[in-house]
T-cell receptor
Framework: TQLLEQSPQFLSIQEGENLTVYCNSS?????LQWYRQEPGEGPVLLVT?????EVKKLKRLTFQFGDARKDSSLHITAAQPGDTGLYLC????????FGPGTSLSVIP | NAGVTQTPKFQVLKTGQSMTLQCAQD?????MYWYRQDPGMGLRLIYY???????DKGEVPNGYNVSRLNKREFSLRLESAAPSQTSVYFC???????????FGSGTRLTVV
């Protein structure tokens, strides 16, 4: 069984702080996707990383795919209240599996 | 706006009732999916359709059926609803799963 773990499960920070959330597995994935989900809405794709060691930046968000393609991290610089939401990672092999998510709350 | 449209947004059913959740996408994607999302369980795949005319079971298919009506539409049917099927249901589509999904806004279903 393929499992994706995310940490931390919950995170509450002040506006302007930096944070990193992690996505880990014992399985190798062909790609790793990150989504953000706001209450009452479906997940929205933020980024897909496909190459081991790859780093992608999306404004204040930096995504990294581990060299062995088993793990990934999402770093947010100077968090804003609009970053609040559930962050999901998903690993793709023959199927796509989702992690349980990190619930982020950014307090103004 | 282009995307995935789900109906209804909310539904309350009595145990034993049946209903169909509708999903349509206008992005010309080949693959479509139905997930359920429960607290502490994450997103779990119910059924998927890799292409028009094919459907396959996912992780939690029991109690559900699906129909891929055409390339755009993929419906999920509950024949005899049970309280354990209380959940939020999401439809998604993709050109290629490896590159990510587009999700609908969900259907919140309560079975009493």
């Amino acid at each position: 069984t393929q499992l994706l773990e995310q940490s931390p499960q919950f995170l509450s920070i002040q506006e302007g702080e930096n944070l990193t959330v992690y996505c880990n597995s014992s399985s190798v994935f062909s790609s790793l996707q990150w989504y953000r989900q706001e209450p009452g809405e479906g997940p929205v794709l933020l980024v897909t990383v496909v190459t081991g060691g790859e780093v992608k930046k999306l404004k204040r968000l930096t995504f990294q795919f581990g060299d062995a393609r088993k793990d990934s991290s999402l770093h947010i610089t100077a968090a804003q209240p609009g970053d609040t939401g559930l962050y999901l990672c998903a690993g793709a092999r023959d199927k796509v599996i989702f992690g349980p998510g990190t619930s982020l709350s950014v307090i103004p | 706006n282009a995307g995935v449209t789900q109906t209804p947004k909310f539904q309350v059913l009595k145990t034993g009732q049946s209903m169909t959740l509708q999903c349509a996408q206008d992005m010309n994607h080949n693959s479509m999916y139905w997930y359920r999302q429960d607290p502490g369980m994450g997103l779990r795949l119910i059924y998927y359709s890799a292409s028009e005319g094919t459907t396959d079971k996912g992780e939690v298919p029991n109690g559900y059926n699906v129909s891929r009506l055409n390339k755009r539409e993929f419906s999920l049917r509950l024949e005899s609803a049970a309280p354990s099927q209380t959940s939020v249901y999401f439809c998604a589509s993709s050109r290629q799963a490896n590159y990510g999904y587009t999700f609908g806004s969900g259907t919140r279903l309560t079975v009493v």
